[in-house]
T-cell receptor, first 111, second 115 residues
Framework: QKEVEQNSGPLSVPEGAIASLNCTYS??????FFWYRQYSGKSPELIMFIYSNGDKEDGRFTAQLNKASQYVSLLIRDSQPSDSATYLCAVRPTNAGKSTFGDGTTLTVKP | EPEVTQTPSHQVTQMGQEVILRCVPI?????FYWYRQILGQKVEFLVS????????KSEIFDDQFSVERPDGSNFTLKIRSTKLEDSAMYFC?????????????FGDGTRLSIL
């Protein structure tokens, strides 16, 4: 079982729609969860992080965390073509500094 | 906004040669990391560094790799004898302090090409 698993892509949504990206993790003791956006050939760019169960909203982005189900998701509302990128889920175990990344989900927003 | 700076942006090296990748973390950050990403694959952890010593390393980080913080600002990754499979993007990241909730901030990366 992969440590961090993301829904396989690619994911394609029309402009203005909601894009839903999902991630599950295997280490029940994980403490912090991060969503990064990565454009082709570029570095990961932090979008959101969450560490408490529930929802966290920032503009068009909402992160959702359910530790009991070991599940974290990212919703992008009113998707724009500029949101087209690979989205990386990263998980940090308790008391450890490194982040473990999923394989990423490639999102395409079609005008 | 402060950022992590990496140089060079692209390094081309002959197999077997030594290479040093350089990073300047954000100035008040205390934790430093190197990750790599082989083309088309996921971001992989290499090593973390705190208080002038390695705090954790992955199985990728073998004896050919080393890290150093030679002064108060630079953080370097050295690969002693490069192999073809070392070709990848190498990302440096830094984090402010204790507490698992603080995010890592990534530099733009160095693309390493081994010929």
């Amino acid at each position: 079982q992969k440590e961090v698993e993301q829904n396989s892509g690619p994911l394609s949504v029309p402009e203005g729609a909601i894009a839903s990206l999902n991630c599950t993790y295997s280490d029940r003791g994980s403490q912090s969860f991060f969503w990064y956006r990565q454009y082709s050939g570029k570095s990961p760019e932090l979008i959101m992080f969450i560490y408490s169960n529930g929802d966290k909203e920032d503009g068009r982005f909402t992160a959702q965390l359910n530790k009991a189900s070991q599940y974290v998701s990212l919703l992008i509302r009113d998707s724009q073509p500029s949101d087209s990128a690979t989205y990386l889920c990263a998980v940090r175990p308790t008391n450890a500094g490194k982040s473990t990344f999923g394989d990423g989900t490639t999102l395409t927003v079609k005008p | 906004e402060p950022e992590v700076t990496q140089t060079p942006s692209h390094q081309v090296t002959q197999m077997g040669q030594e290479v040093i990748l350089r990073c300047v973390p954000i100035s008040n950050h205390l934790y430093f990391y190197w990750y790599r990403q082989i083309l088309g694959q996921k971001v992989e952890f290499l090593v973390s560094f705190y208080n002038n010593e390695i705090s954790e390393k992955s199985e990728i980080f073998d004896d050919q790799f080393s890290v150093e913080r030679p002064d108060g600002s630079n953080f370097t990754l050295k690969i002693r004898s490069t192999k073809l499979e070392d070709s990848a993007m190498y990302f440096c990241a830094s984090r402010q302090g204790r507490g698992g909730t603080q995010p890592q901030h990534f530099g733009d990366g160095t693309r390493l090409s081994i010929l």
